[in-house]
């Protein structure tokens, strides 16, 4: 984990998500319209997680690497398997999801590859995502040579103690370095402007033109000068319009 983050810092914001609920859809929008790891999906819908991420890889279509690194996967924590150069090869299934969750108590498992033991990860509910599913399956023995320094050193950079937030429409990543103040502060500032957004719409009848790419509510007499506006209105000139 990068000696720069501020751990009390990164617990208020995964706090802060988990508390508002704050969607992969509004992260990626405080991120600018980032963060998304595209071709994930949940395997089981309406479940919704956060946390800090501990990267996990495994490589050449062996799962030897998977198995011994989440021996050391921390509660609450989100274990992020990433599968290089397995093809379309499951590198886990029910096996590696009961240790995770129940003898590791990792909150999430979400996995750049594949899945397999589909009916027993839908039956059990595991807070899962991954590319899809399938029964075939890697082996499990230990890999001819290590996977490249200059391919797992870039991902490791990007993903270890950054935070995940997983939901129906995917998974979002934040990065190690995006984890700041200001980050803290406009992922508040977005939940005002739901709030606001929605207050316009069932309250003031606006149409979606008015509140979304007008944003009427910024020079309304009625609403320009309350707080809540005011506030805005830092986030709004920094970030782009939602779509």
């Given at each position: 984990?990068?000696?720069?983050?501020?751990?009390?810092?990164?617990?208020?914001?995964?706090?802060?998500?988990?508390?508002?609920?704050?969607?992969?859809?509004?992260?990626?929008?405080?991120?600018?319209?980032?963060?998304?790891i595209e071709?994930?999906?949940?395997?089981?819908?309406?479940?919704?997680?956060a946390?800090?991420?501990?990267?996990?890889?495994?490589?050449?279509?062996s799962?030897y690497?998977m198995?011994?690194?989440i021996?050391?996967?921390g509660?609450?924590r989100?274990?992020?398997?990433?599968?290089?150069?397995?093809?379309?090869?499951a590198?886990?299934?029910?096996?590696?999801?009961?240790?995770l969750?129940?003898?590791r108590?990792?909150?999430?498992?979400?996995?750049?590859?594949?899945v397999r033991?589909a009916?027993?990860?839908?039956?059990?509910r595991y807070?899962?995502?991954?590319?899809?599913?399938?029964?075939?399956g890697?082996?499990n023995?230990?890999?001819e040579?290590?996977?490249?320094?200059?391919v797992?050193?870039?991902?490791?950079?990007?993903?270890?103690?950054?935070?995940?937030?997983?939901?129906d429409s995917?998974v979002?990543?934040?990065?190690?370095s995006?984890?700041?103040?200001?980050?803290?502060?406009r992922?508040?500032?977005?939940?005002?402007?739901?709030?606001?957004?929605?207050?316009?719409?069932?309250?003031?009848?606006?149409s979606?033109?008015d509140?979304?790419?007008?944003?009427?509510y910024?020079?309304?007499?009625?609403?320009?000068?309350?707080?809540?506006?005011v506030?805005?209105?830092?986030f709004?000139?920094?970030?782009?319009?939602?779509k």
């Amino acid at each position: 984990m990068s000696e720069t983050i501020d751990s009390a810092l990164r617990d208020k914001i995964v706090d802060l998500i988990q508390v508002n609920r704050i969607s992969t859809t509004e992260v990626a929008d405080v991120l600018g319209k980032t963060g998304h790891i595209e071709g994930l999906a949940p395997i089981n819908p309406q479940i919704f997680k956060a946390g800090i991420v501990e990267f996990i890889y495994t490589h050449d279509g062996s799962n030897y690497e998977m198995h011994r690194q989440i021996e050391s996967v921390g509660k609450g924590r989100i274990a992020y398997i990433h599968a290089i150069n397995c093809a379309k090869r499951a590198v886990m299934g029910d096996l590696v999801s009961k240790y995770l969750y129940l003898y590791r108590q990792a909150a999430a498992v979400v996995v750049d590859g594949y899945v397999r033991d589909a009916h027993s990860l839908i039956k059990e509910r595991y807070p899962l995502w991954a590319r899809g599913v399938t029964p075939i399956g890697c082996v499990n023995a230990k890999p001819e040579r290590p996977a490249a320094d200059d391919v797992v050193a870039p991902l490791r950079q990007r993903f270890h103690g950054g935070i995940m937030v997983c939901d129906d429409s995917g998974v979002v990543l934040i990065e190690p370095s995006q984890i700041t103040s200001d980050l803290h502060e406009r992922l508040n500032l977005i939940e005002l402007q739901e709030d606001l957004w929605y207050d316009c719409l069932d309250s003031d009848k606006m149409s979606t033109f008015d509140v979304v790419c007008q944003k009427k509510y910024l020079t309304d007499p009625a609403m320009m000068n309350l707080p809540k506006v005011v506030r805005l209105k830092k986030f709004l000139a920094g970030a782009p319009p939602r779509k």
